[in-house]
């Protein structure tokens, strides 16, 4: 898959425009909840490798289109007689879902924010899922979306893009209102996720299953340079 220099160049001045403003929600955000999501996924977006499929999507079967892709692979690596486990993750994406010729597609964009925002969720993430009537498996799509929506909320996406994602992401929750919930912005996981009420230094909370994940670099994959704080 060989993208242009030009697709490129645009992919990578979009990805640091992104990380930029996911700092500044980072910094901003009160509830401490969001906080630690964002932080996840602000990590996703400046470490995780992009493979471009070529395509318009990367399967279709009865059950719908997949258009993205958030994959891992574990394996362990012997160092020094040491077996390490290590997991990898990647994004999958098809390269004319995310372009229209040499810029972002944005219908493209809003399934590459739905895939960076699949990251390590805090157990209130769950505990909001199970309130809300959805179940407990659920939670790595709701929270992938409402992230995602929240995020591209904040870049120049058009919002009738943002809309028709959320339409269309709505075959995967059953009898649960999540278009209406989300476009109305009632139930909002502000409200949803409580911040604590004392002024003490929130707890940070132990993400599920928290692994440190060691990310090499892809093959054909635009990497950035490293961000630094202004
Ligand atoms: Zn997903």
Same mark, same amino acid.
């Given at each position: 898959?060989?993208?242009?220099?030009?697709?490129?160049?645009?992919?990578?001045?979009?990805?640091?425009?992104?990380?930029?403003?996911?700092?500044?929600?980072?910094?901003?955000?009160? @509830? #401490?909840?969001?906080?630690?999501? =964002?932080? %996840?996924?602000?990590?996703?977006? /400046? +470490?995780?490798?992009?493979?471009? *499929?070529?395509?318009?999507?990367?399967?279709?079967?009865?059950?719908?289109?997949?258009?993205?892709?958030?994959?891992?692979?574990?394996?362990?690596?012997?160092?020094?007689?040491?077996?390490?486990?290590?997991?990898?993750?990647?994004?999958?994406?098809?390269?004319?879902?995310?372009?229209?010729?040499?810029?972002? @597609? #944005?219908?493209?964009?809003?399934? =590459?924010? %739905?895939?960076?925002?699949?990251? /390590? +969720?805090?157990?209130?993430?769950? *505990?909001?899922?199970?309130?809300?009537?959805?179940?407990?498996?659920?939670?790595?799509?709701?929270?992938?979306?409402?992230?995602?929506?929240?995020?591209?909320?904040?870049?120049?996406?058009?919002?009738?893009?943002?809309?028709?994602?959320?339409?269309?992401?709505?075959?995967?929750?059953?009898?649960?209102?999540?278009?209406?919930?989300?476009?109305?912005?009632?139930?909002?996981?502000?409200?949803?996720?409580?911040?604590?009420?004392?002024?003490?230094?929130?707890?940070?909370?132990?993400?599920?299953?928290?692994?440190?994940?060691?990310?090499?670099?892809?093959?054909?994959?635009?990497?950035?340079?490293?961000?630094?704080?202004?």
């Amino acid at each position: 898959m060989v993208l242009t220099s030009q697709q490129i160049t645009n992919f990578n001045v979009f990805r640091v425009r992104l990380a930029t403003s996911l700092r500044k929600m980072y910094d901003r955000e009160a @509830n #401490p909840h969001i906080r630690l999501m =964002l932080g %996840h996924v602000l990590r996703n977006v /400046v +470490l995780l490798p992009i493979h471009f *499929r070529e395509g318009h999507y990367l399967s279709a079967n009865e059950s719908g289109v997949t258009f993205g892709e958030n994959v891992k692979r574990s394996f362990i690596e012997e160092s020094n007689g040491m077996r390490v486990p290590h997991l990898e993750s990647a994004i999958r994406v098809p390269s004319e879902h995310l372009f229209k010729g040499n810029n972002l @597609n #944005p219908a493209g964009v809003m399934t =590459l924010l %739905h895939e960076y925002s699949h990251i /390590v +969720l805090p157990t209130t993430a769950y *505990r909001y899922t199970k309130r809300i009537g959805l179940p407990y498996h659920m939670a790595d799509e709701l929270f992938a979306d409402l992230l995602a929506v929240r995020i591209a909320n904040r870049t120049s996406i058009p919002k009738r893009h943002i809309q028709s994602h959320i339409i269309r992401r709505q075959a995967n929750y059953g009898g649960y209102p999540f278009a209406r919930a989300v476009i109305e912005g009632r139930r909002t996981v502000e409200r949803e996720l409580p911040v604590p009420r004392r002024q003490t230094a929130p707890r940070e909370e132990r993400p599920r299953n928290f692994i440190e994940i060691p990310v090499k670099r892809a093959e054909g994959t635009p990497f950035l340079p490293h961000l630094r704080r202004r």
